[in-house]
């Protein structure tokens, strides 16, 4: 692809003569008839750089009126390079036009993120040539974020630090102003930028390597990002106050009474870094550092609180301890010999939170409800409730105002991560159907989503009520429903009695059995009955109705291949290692992905359903609900991003698999343990939290044994980082019945562990401090054991033999 021409090539030209070239040039492309829209715009494109091209070599043209569909065209490309990572030079064709008069364009976000993605090569030498650019628009790149692909942190990235380069070398030349870029930079992130994104405007503030000059000039500026809400960024402020201090150039006072934010810093680190900022002014600025000490107590690790209550002690301020014993760890305050006036919270774990039964749906309701779900399909409850509605006859004539939203949600299918089988576009596909305005079926991968999909296609077939609706929570069926809504139906849905079968509650079949009259053969077998020899129905049933019964078989239970792999690597002369794993779930008589296998009405058969993961989004939640007995099943199918998310950036699907597992009250697998101990592993904060709530509902309620989790923990460690795992148990210490959970996985994952574990000090704080607090010190013979062979300095060792002797 040719480089655009530069301006000087083309200013002496015309809008008029512009659009005369364009005349000529995209008239096959204005003729042409398109399939598709961006067909056209691809020629019209094409037009327009060759019309900019004839146009520097001088070519004549007559001049006419501006072309229609050229300022929408511009429109479109600069839309698309706003949220497109590499988008050539699509600014650069918009601002040629822009500065010829041929089009006018608003500066608002997207233009400046299209300017991002969309400049091309030899940035400083287009900017040096359109300083009215530089003026209008070069320093909104400090203003506005970016997200997804566009900002100035992703495409420096994948770019090779372009715009980074850029602005050093036009400060250098003078084109930019030194001193502004570095404070453009500080206040950026100062802003509400995420922290991936923030960290470019720091890196660049330092790509400058400013002067102990220019530092102190930019204190208040750094002293506001003391404050910051991205962790990182508090941490860059500090390190560039510290030299300012060395040398004596610290503006004090200011400093201190802006300090105490960012002790509450998560990183430990970063914490300490402030406390012994404030440490060095104890003497002359006593008053101000016992401030950010106090401060300092409400941290949550407890080697933070120890150097505040030091720097306390140096500031005179320590009588105050006693009122703020409540505020510190257990093992802070057994080592002041504080006592807590804090009552013990709740140990009686409180019982697992399942899916509520769903809520009726009335006729009023039925249109909200469902233009709901066309949004958001993640509420099976609600989606269950909807189907029950649309099985009446004539309910669809509330759904008529919705035509037009499911028409889009269909045609939005493509574009999204999932394609056309995302669910919201099965709902809205239902929509049309029962409008008499069918779309064109959607394809889907899982044998388990064309089941639910053939399941929405069947409401019409018969009448009578919804065989498989919840009546209870967890998605379950009771037995007694399911009678009462077989009475007289001689030609049941078939997906739909595959469905309540699969949702059968074990308690009250007995019962149910003896009160009804005519059942299906496989529905009685379902309920307790002996298999006949004659089995009546289609296979299907009988699957179902077994699979009711019992949950997976040993020998039927998925399984999950992957270890961890080092390998090692030199990067600048110095060779390092990292860690690999690429899990692999496989299932007896498993089929490679792509060829095929699996029936469409027997969802819990995973021959041929496994595959490499993609995204599943609303999913997740409604492939959980098929069959409430056992979560292997599902975790099987949905779980891959899990186990990827300790390695991987952003995987949207890992809390709905996570909320999913949390409410499960089926059987809970070896799956299902290493699913929860991957989520306390995950990279992302957020996602941790969500493994956090499972634990809580899983392990304290006895619903996953504690030790299974920390075998799937000690397997991977080599991987995966405790420190992660130390922060979430320390989470989920603070619940109810948390406490003694987190003492029996520790005391099971500890002795499992190498003893140079990175993060092992952590947990060894999070095990003493659970300790403490539940009155029960170490017992178990192993981890006595395995404690007790923790020699040296280091501060694990420190921590083991405090344990042992609180003994």
Partial sequence: MRQLPTYDAVAERSASEMYGFLATLAREAVEAKHEFAWQRDQALRAAVDAALHAAAKRGKATEQA???????????????????????????RARLLERLGAIELEHDDNYVLAMVSGFGERKPDKLRADLELVESTLWRLFEVEGGGEVSLANVDRFGGDEWRTTFVELSADGTLDRARVLRECLRTLARDF??????????????????????????????RLLAASVPAT?????????????AERLEVEETLAALPPATLVKAKGTALDALRLARVHVRTSAGAAADVARTALGHPHADVQRVAVALLEAAGAADGLAEAADELAPSVRVELGLASDATASDETPVAQRLMPAPEPVTTDDLAERTAALLEDASDVAGLEAVLAALVEPGSERALAPLRKRALAVVARGPRTDMRDSWLPGQVARLVLDLLGQPAE????????????????????????????????????????????????RHAPRHHDLVAALLRLHPDGREHAARGAAVLPPAVRFALGGQPTERREGPEAWWVAARRSRAPYAADELPQVAGEPVRTEAVDNGKPFHYWTIRFTIVSPGHVAAGSGGGLDDQPTELKGQLSAYSA?????????????????????????????????????????VLDALAQSPGRLGGLAALTLAAGLSATHRHHRLHAVDAFVDLVPTGRLESTAVAAALAKYAPAWQAGRWAESLASVAHAPGGAAAVVS??????????????????????????????????????????LGRLRGSSAAARTARRLLDEQ
Avoid: M
């Fill in 66 to 92: 501006k072309p229609p569909w050229l300022q929408g065209l511009v429109v479109r490309d600069l839309r698309s390079a706003a949220a497109s990572y590499w988008s050539g030079e699509a600014f650069v």
């Fill in 194 to 223: 995420a922290a991936y994104r923030a960290q470019w405007f720091s890196a660049t503030f330092l790509a400058f390597e400013p002067s102990l000059d220019e530092l102190e000039s930019l204190q208040p500026e750094l002293r």
């Fill in 234 to 246: 508090v941490g860059f402020a500090l390190k560039q106050l510290l030299p300012l201090q060395k």
């Fill in 441 to 488: 079926p959607a394809r889907v991968l899982l044998a388990a989503q064309r089941f639910v999909v053939r399941r929405l296609g069947e409401l019409r077939e018969h009448p009578g009520p919804l065989l498989a609706t919840p009546d209870l929570p967890g998605g379950w069926v009771s037995p007694d429903a399911l009678v009462r809504r077989l009475e007289g």
């Fill in 616 to 656: 599943l989004a609303d999913w997740v939640p409604t492939l959980a609900a098929i069959w409430p007995h056992d979560a292997e099943h599902a975790l099987a199918l949905t779980c891959s991003g899990v186990l990827d998310a300790w390695d991987w950036e952003l995987n949207h699907d890992v809390p709905r």
């Fill in 745 to 786: 996985l520790l005391t099971a994952l500890l002795p499992q562990l190498p003893s140079d574990q990175r993060g092992l000090n952590k947990l060894l704080d999070v095990l003493r401090d659970q300790t403490i607090h539940l009155s029960t010190p170490v017992a178990d013979p192993k981890l006595v054991d395995w």
